[in-house]
């Protein structure tokens, strides 16, 4: 028998078939490395330069903090928004490649002087005395997560890409053709003949018939109904409603406190004198100046004659400082002490320590209570996670949400709510959320479609259920409940009534040719000329707001009629000025920037398109949809 197996092994069937077997071992052994062959980890490619993740993921999150500064408490930041959001940063990303690419292409550069003078120039950095300030740039870094280089690569292709753009837009010019006829048509001002009608003003009409107040309760049922409601079940699963019942061991804190050392530090601070200057000779004769006892106005008139400039910086740690040989030289010195000169890419550094506050560090037992109720939120949020699973579970088995909140002590509500969070009589319904969290859950709510199982939504530090129960369509409230409120409809409807046909006669009369003030008279109407006006005018224009664009639309001696916010307007054209553009050089001048302008930037959009369409872009959806997450 073995005989014949070493014979078999010495056939080529024989080596063949352990060959293959090796090869299936060996791809078992390396199985993420096979089936990642080949996969590209850039986010982007853009002709062959690589966009990473992690360029992304900053460049997302700079936009997402950007515009959460910008709105504040008015940002909604859900997941659509923040994907958007993300989109467009990862497109900011794939133009800023096909623009390093086409300056590559055209052999553009930048030299380190225009970098430096354009840092410099930036009003961010300024401080209160105007001049440069590398404290606010560090600031700056740290809040957009840059490194000093990574900022100042970025200007550099920022400035490449503007000699491109400026070639191009150097070829915009605003024709006569289109200036002219736009300066005519903004500066065009017309004098008018406006009488209005405000339905306050109206006569009071006779005291309406219960029929009466009857029948418009049943005619207006959208002005006298309950809103649209819905009874939900709301229940919520947080980490604070778990805290209390956790344990948490004194290892546990001890080794809490160790990881998060670094937020109960504070770390040394030091108030800094600097002065920059370009020449390093400049630099060293002003520091053996400085050593030698001079005061600080005299080392600002020697950074002056430098051609440099002499700044007090306000009071920062060490990660303020933007470069590392700065921040080493500022945090060597003892107080009062002077560096010697220290290089950066903006010049020869000359540092004193004006005031040095030595670092704190709270110890363990300070702060002990606190790391305790840090570590068992931590454990109570792991048991939120593991408990949902359970709830999840119970409710796809069958069980109702209220079933479940009781049996696993959820905070939970029943609640009859509209949209805007109130009952049937206009209250506020109290919901089991933070107050934060209110608007999402009437999302929820409102998302919810009555039939469909409970589902967790997870929230910042747990987890959100709904469970429709009923939809109430709105109900016509009963007459006797809200007679006061009929009664006062029906009186504002009839004197607005009375107003629209008071200023529709008037306008049938102007038509017929009656003159303004025979026809305002007869209508019993407040009139006047005013004007002239623009075709923008401003809160000072003496005409409702609804009445100005119809009257641009009307020739000399027509009329119109319009609803406004207070009643109805009756106008009509006295005068039309064409302006006379001789006159209206300084008008002309800025039309002609605005278009010139303008066609700039139709320019920029079709250079943009071109060089992307000439452009190999290459998009890794996937890794693209996972960023958008």
């Known amino acids: 028998m073995l005989t014949a197996l070493r014979k078999l092994a010495a056939t080529w069937f024989a080596k063949v078939l352990f060959i293959l077997l090796i090869g299936s071992f060996a791809i078992w052994g390396i199985e993420d490395s096979v089936r990642n062959w080949g996969r590209d980890d850039a986010l982007a490619r853009v002709d062959g330069q690589p966009i990473p993740v992690e360029e992304a993921q900053q460049a997302a999150r700079?936009?997402?903090?950007?515009?959460?500064?910008?709105?504040?408490?008015?940002f909604d930041g859900n997941d659509e928004i923040r994907k958007a959001l993300t989109a467009q940063a990862v497109d900011g990303l794939v133009l800023d490649r096909v623009m390093r690419s086409e300056a590559r292409r055209l052999s553009v550069v930048v030299p380190d002087d225009a970098v430096r003078a354009t840092v410099f120039s930036v009003p961010a950095f300024h401080g209160v005395d105007g001049r440069f300030s590398p404290d606010l740039l560090a600031q700056f870094l740290r809040m957009n997560e840059m490194t000093e280089p990574q900022f100042l690569e970025q200007i550099r292709n920022g400035l490449k890409a503007r000699q491109i753009v400026a070639a191009v837009r150097a070829g915009a010019a605003a024709p006569a053709a289109i200036a002219d006829p736009l300066t005519r048509f903004l500066q065009e001002r017309r004098i008018a003949e406006v009488a209005q009608f405000p339905v306050a003003a109206a006569p009071e009409p006779a005291a309406p018939s219960e029929a009466q107040l009857q029948r418009f309760h049943e005619n207006n049922p959208d002005r006298f109904s309950t809103p649209a409601l819905r009874e939900a079940v709301v229940a919520v699963l947080t980490a604070d409603m778990l805290a209390g019942g956790v344990n948490v061991t004194d290892a546990e804190i001890a080794a809490a406190y160790d990881q998060r050392r670094a937020q109960y530090e504070t770390p040394e601070k030091r108030v800094l004198q600097q002065v920059v200057v370009q020449d390093e000779a400049a630099a060293r004769a002003i520091a053996e100046r400085w050593k030698a006892g001079a005061g600080w106005s005299d080392i600002e008139a020697a950074a002056r004659e430098a051609s440099g400039q002499a700044v007090e910086l306000p009071e920062t740690d060490r990660t303020g400082l933007p470069v590392p040989a700065l921040a080493e030289a500022a945090f060597g010195l003892a107080q009062g002490a002077v560096s010697d000169p220290v290089r950066s890419p903006f010049g020869w550094h000359v540092l004193r320590a004006e005031r040095v506050t030595p670092g704190v560090t709270r110890t363990l037992a300070d702060v002990r209570e606190e790391v305790r109720r840090e570590v068992a939120a931590e454990k109570a949020l792991d048991v939120v996670f593991q408990r949902s699973t359970q709830i999840e579970d119970q409710l796809a088995g069958g069980a109702t949400l209220e079933e479940v909140a009781?049996?696993?002590?959820?905070?939970?509500?029943?609640?009859?709510?509209?949209?805007?969070?109130?009952?049937?009589?206009?209250?506020?319904?109290?919901?089991?959320?933070?107050?934060?969290?209110?608007?999402?859950?009437?999302?929820?709510?409102?998302?919810?479609?009555?039939?469909?199982?409970?589902?967790?939504?997870?929230?910042?530090?747990?987890?959100i259920a709904v469970e429709l129960r009923e939809v109430i369509a709105p109900q016509l409230r009963p007459f006797e409940s809200v007679q006061d409120a009929v009664r006062t409809g029906f009186i504002e409807d009839a004197k607005r009534r009375h107003q629209e046909e008071a200023a529709t006669a008037m306008l049938t009369a102007l038509r017929a040719g009656t003159p303004f003030a025979e026809a305002a008279a007869a209508a019993n109407a407040t009139a006047g000329r005013v004007g002239p006006i623009s075709r923008q005018p401003d809160a000072q224009t003496p005409i409702p707001p609804e009445l100005v664009s119809p009257l641009f639309e009307l020739a000399r001696g027509e009329a119109t009629m319009v609803a406004t916010r207070t009643g109805f307007a009756v106008g009509q054209v006295a005068e039309?000025?064409?302006?006379?553009?001789?006159?209206?050089?300084?008008?002309?001048?800025?039309?002609?920037?605005?278009?010139?302008?303008?066609?700039?930037?139709?320019?920029?959009?079709?250079?943009?398109?071109?060089?992307?369409?000439?452009s190999d872009i290459r998009i890794n959806r996937p890794v693209l949809e996972s960023l958008s997450r």
């Open 62 to 74: 700079r936009e997402i903090a950007r515009i959460t500064r910008q709105l504040r408490q008015n």
């Open 406 to 463: 009781r049996g696993n002590d959820l905070r939970f509500a029943v609640v009859r709510i509209d949209a805007q969070g109130r009952d049937a009589d206009g209250n506020e319904v109290e919901l089991p959320v933070r107050p934060a969290q209110r608007p999402e859950t009437l999302r929820l709510i409102f998302a919810a479609n009555q039939g469909d199982a409970a589902r967790l939504n997870e929230s910042v530090d747990g987890f």
């Open 576 to 614: 039309i000025n064409i302006p006379d553009l001789a006159g209206e050089a300084d008008a002309l001048a800025r039309m002609r920037t605005e278009v010139t302008r303008s066609i700039g930037d139709d320019l920029e959009l079709q250079l943009q398109a071109a060089l992307r369409a000439r």
